[in-house]
């Protein structure tokens, strides 16, 4: 395996630093370039350093994902061959995408429609023709800003996702120009992937413009899936079930965009049932050994059983508790959520815990079980969340501590774990809950439920990318770290960034972005960073929290945030097809956190709350395919309402979690 | 001096029939423009690699064209490596005899298939003979411009 000259480990990079990144960008962009062909690839190598772009490559698919998950955050884009012995290049696209949430551009000798069109598809960035030029080249960029604007923009604004995706979709078409042929089906990614993925032929999307984003928060998809249960699968119409949820202020597009969300997940819950009933066994099995090894990735892994099977707020809180070592009794969900949001943000460095691959694989249960339930904050945090002001600050600290060692644990979590889940496709659904868990571990804070929620919902669409937890997880933190090292500012600290969150959700997202440190969380929640800051990537679901009323009771923002990861990371794992990863975001933004800590403490308090209504929400949207833009978030839910709700429907919601896809939900079988 | 200008023409002269005869494209200026004095043998390097390279795709697909049947998704997934590698070095008849030989394959036809490899390596061994003359004489000569010239 040649490695570049470019430095994989070195986040050194000045574009990394967000500053910097706007002076000297794209110097110092960071690619991975794969191919098998060792011709191609010096050339490449060449031609990328002409770009100023530190450069690594590989010749083995394997060896460049095992340089990803070792290195979460050094690299920003990865170009890829799609005709490698070891692997297919679709195959690895998907697998970043899950994991790592970067994009990628893939490469051929073969421009026959088909195969480019597989790369939309699969949710390639662009696709080049060999031999490429030095030209094609030289926009590479454009993919790696455009991504994150896309998914800080989905992340801040109130819009449905539908728009989002349009707008995406206009800018891939409209930037590319130097790009090669196949780049005019770039635009049509998020919408191919969509329809692949979708049963229906929904796409309000695409057609909704500037709608506000609703978040499904916990509560909300309970009331969905009732409603689609009541009416059936086959008949569950949105008109219908948005009568039946007699929601206020809910329209049929958010149910239908809901709707296909859920339909993604329930597909990819019935490719992989097996591998969830392994997931869940080893979770279950090992519980111990989880929480033996790192108390951060029990709590998240608490939280993602909690979340997805439905545990009682309270006894994931006590697991979380007990899994990060602190009194589990008291936090219930909120709590959980904070710490997640602090695993995330706590990004990289944490990752590289030793236990990890055990936890990991727990974690990997776990979050299919938590799905969206990143309740795993630690009963301190939670305690924090209900002290609005002063809180935030502990709390932050307290999400931070948790997020950081989450992250470790979600990293290392997810570095395992994608590699099983995210390569099984077929494990999507087993694989969300997958990740939940170990995102929820992560998360701590808030926003990690959301990230883990939204891996697992990544793994969980087909494409699979999306729902996997463990992959989430790692893709998270991956993210976590890259982001932070880019897009330190988009983990925008709700101070910052409260004006352009809905006031609810600004609390909320400020913590968010807290977590975005970690950075796990996609870009989409960075609602509050700006472009210009590429750095604070923070996940997105900051943003959804920040569509929950931060305003209310810090304790609820923790499970605000979690909802409004739920959802974002159902926008995410929908949004998988585009490739990269919405899911990232979520991820991404949770590890942000960590490196945001210094501005997000004011916030964390909200910022927990946020994450973990993210996660709910996650967990609510679990559709990878609703992207996260369309996930929405009930501003009035209220942390004690949701919590309240979401300990309701852990309880009750048995059933319908189930369908929902969650395996979080369905936390019948976690030993609690 | 003298003879380093004539060393000079002889050199651009060699590269400009390398163009003029078709054995090189657009791609090896590519190449050329990336040569740069960090890596003032870039070309050369790759050329040479793609050979080294290529030897065993080359083999392979002997090999293969000795079963019976042939196994022509096979060929032509080693042919679709090949010409992969051919076009991002410019090697522009050589990547003629790959796309014919694809086009064979998929045809089925056998004979084809079979004469049009030893056309591609006929090719091959032309093409490498050229370069390697091309660049022991630009070594001699030095570095020089050469990115002067582009076929149109």
Redesign the interface.
Do not use: W
């Given at each position: 395996m040649n490695i570049g000259s470019g430095s994989v480990l070195s986040s050194t990079g000045s574009w990394k630093s967000g500053d910097v990144v706007s002076d000297q960008f794209p110097v110092g962009l960071r690619v991975l370039v794969v191919d098998?062909?060792?011709?191609?690839l010096?050339?490449l190598e060449?031609?990328l350093r002409?770009c100023h772009y530190e450069v690594t490559k590989c010749n083995r698919a394997e060896v460049a994902l095992s340089y990803l998950r070792e290195n979460k955050n050094g690299f920003d884009i990865v170009i890829s061959?799609v005709?490698m012995p070891d692997m297919d290049g679709f195959k690895l696209l998907e697998h970043i995408g899950l994991e790592m949430d970067l994009p990628v551009i893939m490469m051929?000798?073969?421009d026959s429609k088909d195969v480019v069109m597989k790369g939309v598809t699969h949710g390639a960035y662009d696709y080049l023709i060999?031999?490429?030029?030095?030209e094609a080249l030289k926009n590479i960029w454009q993919h790696v800003v455009r991504k994150k604007k896309h998914e800080w923009r989905d992340n801040n604004f109130d819009q449905s996702g539908s728009v989002e995706e349009g707008d995406r979709q206009q800018k891939q078409s409209e930037d590319v120009d130097y790009s090669s042929s196949a780049n005019e089906g770039n635009w049509k990614n998020p919408k191919k992937r969509k329809e692949e993925d979708e049963e229906g032929e929904e796409r309000d999307d695409t057609s909704s413009l500037k709608k506000p984003r609703v978040v499904w928060s916990v509560e909300l998809h309970q009331q969905f899936v009732q409603a689609v249960h009541q009416l059936g699968i086959d008949k569950a119409v949105p008109k219908k079930i948005l009568e039946l949820m007699n929601v206020p202020g809910l329209t049929r597009e958010n149910v239908a965009s809901h709707l296909q969300k859920y339909r993604l997940y329930l597909r990819r819950l019935s490719g992989v049932p097996q591998h969830q009933n392994g997931l869940n066994n080893s979770f279950m099995g090992r519980p111990d050994a989880t929480f033996g090894t790192i108390s951060s990735l029990n709590g998240l892994d608490l939280q993602a059983i909690a979340a997805a099977g439905q545990i009682p707020a309270q006894s994931l809180a006590t697991l979380q508790a007990a899994a990060l070592g602190r009194s589990a009794t008291k936090s219930a969900i909120c709590m959980p959520l904070v710490d997640q949001r602090n695993l995330f943000s706590f990004e990289n460095s944490q990752v590289r815990f030793p236990e990890g691959q055990q936890q990991l694989n727990n974690s990997n249960k776990q979050i299919d079980l938590l799905h969206g339930i990143p309740t795993t904050m630690e009963p301190k945090q939670l305690a924090n969340l209900h002290h609005p002001s002063q809180s935030f600050v502990g709390m932050n600290m307290q999400v931070n501590s948790m997020a950081q060692h989450n992250n470790s644990v979600i990293m290392r979590m997810s570095q395992s774990q994608p590699r099983a889940q995210m390569l099984s496709g077929a494990n999507n659904g087993s694989q969300a809950s997958r990740l939940p868990l170990s995102m929820q571990q992560s998360l701590s804070s808030e926003g990690i439920p959301g990230a883990v929620l939204a891996q697992s919902h990544i793994v969980d669409n087909a494409r699979a990318s999306v729902y996997n937890p463990v992959s989430q997880a790692s893709s998270m933190v991956d993210f976590s770290v890259n982001q932070s090292k880019e897009l330190q500012n988009y983990n925008f600290s709700l101070g910052s960034n409260s004006s352009g969150m809905s006031n609810r959700g600004m609390l909320q997202e400020e913590a968010n972005s807290d977590i975005k440190g970690s950075r796990g969380f996609p870009s989409n929640y960075n609602i509050f960073n700006d472009l210009h800051q590429p750095k604070s990537q923070n996940w997105g679901l900051q943003n959804v929290g920040s569509s929950f009323d931060s305003s209310h009771h810090p304790s609820i923002q923790g499970t605000q945030g979690v909802s409004s990861q739920l959802l974002l990371q159902q926008g995410i794992s929908s949004t998988h097809n585009n490739g990269q990863n919405r899911n990232g975001p979520i991820g991404k933004s949770m590890y942000t956190n960590g490196e945001e800590s210094g501005h997000t403490n004011l916030m964390g308090g909200p910022q927990l709350n946020s994450v973990s209504r993210n996660m709910l929400a996650v967990k609510a949207e679990r559709f990878p395919d609703a992207d996260y833009q369309s996930t929405n978030f009930p501003e009035q839910f209220g942390q004690d309402d949701l919590m309240s709700a979401f300990l309701k429907q852990q309880g009750s919601v048995g059933p319908v979690e189930t369908e929902f896809g969650f395996d979080g939900y369905t936390l019948d079988n976690l030993p609690v | 001096m003298e003879r380093n200008n004539n060393l000079h023409r002889q050199v651009a002269s060699l590269r400009q029939s390398l163009f003029d005869q078709g054995y090189v494209d657009e791609?090896f200026i590519?190449?050329e423009?990336?040569q740069?004095d960090a890596?003032p043998n870039?070309v050369e390097?790759?050329v040479t690699?793609?050979y080294n390279?290529?030897a065993r795709l080359i083999h392979n697909i002997d090999q293969s064209l000795e079963e019976h049947p042939l196994d022509f998704a096979k060929l032509d997934?080693f042919m679709?490596?090949f010409?992969?590698?051919c076009?991002?070095?410019?090697a522009k008849k050589v990547k003629i005899e790959c796309t014919q030989f694809m086009e064979y394959c998929r045809a089925g036809n056998v004979e084809g298939c079979k004469r049009t490899f030893q056309q591609l390596k006929r090719e091959y061994v032309v093409l490498r003979k050229k370069l390697e003359v091309y660049f022991q004489y630009a070594r001699q000569a030095g570095p020089t411009d050469t990115a002067s010239y582009r076929p149109n």
């Open positions: 098998d062909d060792p011709t191609c010096k050339i060449k031609m002409n061959d005709h051929s000798a073969d060999k031999p490429v030029r030095i | 791609q590519e190449l423009e990336l740069d890596t870039f390097e790759v690699l793609f390279d290529s997934n679709h490596q010409k992969g590698s076009s991002s070095i410019g």
